[in-house]
């Protein structure tokens, strides 16, 4: 599985959380929001993650924009965390791209990981 990190902010520490929770089971590959976006079009990666400060503005507007928003879902939103039930069934649905706040990086990476290595 190949993820691509867009998104506006700490974008690193992302990388390093996908990695942490899959270990040699997935390629990251960090780019501008627009690369990220078009990596996914491309069929480049499978999927993008990307944060912002209310996880659906910079974190997705570039992928909302390429893919169309039945392909992207915002999992966290300032006060909103992450929740497992809400991740596994935008997966379900067949999302590609998944933003979230940055303070909540840690569980929403991993709940994603968890729901996207059961596919």
Request: charged share 25%; glycine share 12%; hydrophobic share 40%.
């Amino acid at each position: 599985m190949r993820i691509v990190i867009g998104g506006q902010v700490e974008k690193a520490e992302i990388e390093a959380l996908v990695k942490k929770f899959s270990g040699e089971q997935v390629q990251t590959m960090i780019k501008s929001d627009l690369e990220a976006a078009m990596a996914i079009k491309s069929g480049e990666a499978d999927y993008y993650f990307g944060a912002c400060h209310t996880g659906g503005g910079g974190a997705l507007a570039m992928a909302i924009a390429l893919l169309g928003k039945q392909q992207c879902a915002t999992i966290s939103m300032p006060g909103q965390p992450p929740t497992k039930d809400k991740v596994e069934e935008a997966v379900a649905q067949g999302a590609k791209a998944f933003g979230f706040t940055g303070d909540h990086k840690e569980k929403a990476v991993q709940y994603l990981i968890e729901a996207l290595l059961k596919r």
